[in-house]
């Protein structure tokens, strides 16, 4: 007896237009994440060019990691501590938090619509080595 609810038994006209979805989808996510880190960087550079003439930032974030890096700018930003150089990091940060997006959004879909397990671990592997990278210095 077959299994029609199996993945490999699936109408491929519907594994298409899922597919689609997923590559809509990721589209969507990087392009996102690329504007909107655009738009902060450039209000914060514009926004320093205002205050002080020239769009020089400067500091270090030498021995932060990126976790660190963004709960201290978020804990500037609750402590009403606005400046531009916060947005030059939220931008620098919501980019280099966008490509782990894209493949927790992949993960999401090998596992809950597709049910692909192999995709799945694949996935989920290279997920825990982006979110292990957050957390080194």
Do not use: C
């Not at 880190?37 to 003439?53: D, E, M, N, R, V």
């Not at 500037?76 to 620098?92: E, K, S």
């Amino acid at each position: 007896m077959t299994n029609l609810s199996h993945p490999s038994f699936a109408d491929p006209a519907v594994e298409q237009s899922r597919q689609r979805q997923m590559d809509v989808l990721v589209g969507y996510i990087l392009l996102s994440g690329v504007v909107l880190s655009l738009a902060l960087i450039s209000a914060g550079l514009f926004w320093k060019f205002l205050q002080t003439g020239r769009l020089r930032l400067d500091y270090q974030v030498a021995g932060m990691n990126l976790f660190e890096f963004v709960t201290s700018e978020i804990r500037l930003a609750v402590q009403g501590q606005m400046r531009p150089r916060l947005l030059v990091n939220m931008g620098i940060a919501i980019l280099m938090l966008t490509p782990f997006l894209r493949v927790l959004a992949s993960m999401v879909y090998f596992f809950a619509v597709s049910k692909n397990w192999k995709y799945t671990l694949f996935t989920l592997f290279v997920l825990m080595v982006l979110t292990r990278s957050l957390f080194l210095r």
